[in-house]
């Protein structure tokens, strides 16, 4: 393309930016593990900001910003709604961003407690009772999950929204992941407690694969059952401790594990 003056230009590349809130870092480091993937786009999309692979940002706004993290302070949920507005799109990607994360724990417990033990002057510390994912804040436009998210994953959230068009990111369970992969079921052939059946695939049944029951980390899948399913782990041997604590992981604030976590922690 050229301009009336002669000189070359070249099209608006679409802007890219990546968040941090409270959170390990882990699924920033999954974008930039993906560098085979990111060749094929690097030149589709201008990465504006992203703190983790640069100190330079941006200013905005931004065609597609990737969220990273919980909500834990009064100023993360102000910034996040900075960030919303001055978003085309955004994607949450995570456990934490799209279910509170580990950090969620709190939300069962009286977090001015925590402080005045494990900190000499708690009144330095200014954070939340509750660690919330991002859609508690804010319209969110997709959901990532996993912990960590996965790449394949990943990159088909970018490029599809760098076409115009709807993610394609399979919601069935980890039984299908397994049934897939010729897994043997854990449950059927040892009697092993396994949340596979009410877990968001994308892992790859990783676990199953090695002998090992799911415990989740992909949060709920879009059709849960738990009054159907918590007697099934009861049957495998769990007690009702241990049916709260499987649940009360990775994703412990989305709504389907809060809820069942809550009605089992009452029993």
Known sequence: MTTTAGRSTSPRRPELAVWKFASCDGCQLTLLDCEDELLGI???VRITHFLEA??????????????????TTAEDAERIRHIRAASRRLVTIGACATAGGVQALRNYADVAEFQAVVYARPDYIDVLATSTPISAHVPVDFELRGCPIDRGQLIEVITAYLSGRTPDVPAHSVCFECKRRGTVCVTVAHGTPC????????CGALCPVYDRGCYGCFGPSNSVNFPSFIPLLRRDGMDTLDVVRVLRTFNTAAPEFDAASRKEAQR
């Open 54 to 71: 640069s100190s330079n940002p941006g200013p905005g706004p931004y065609d597609l910003s990737l969220v990273e993290g919980s909500v």
């Open 195 to 202: 949340l596979g059946p009410v877990t968001h695939a994308g």
């Open 42 to 44: 690097a030149d589709r």
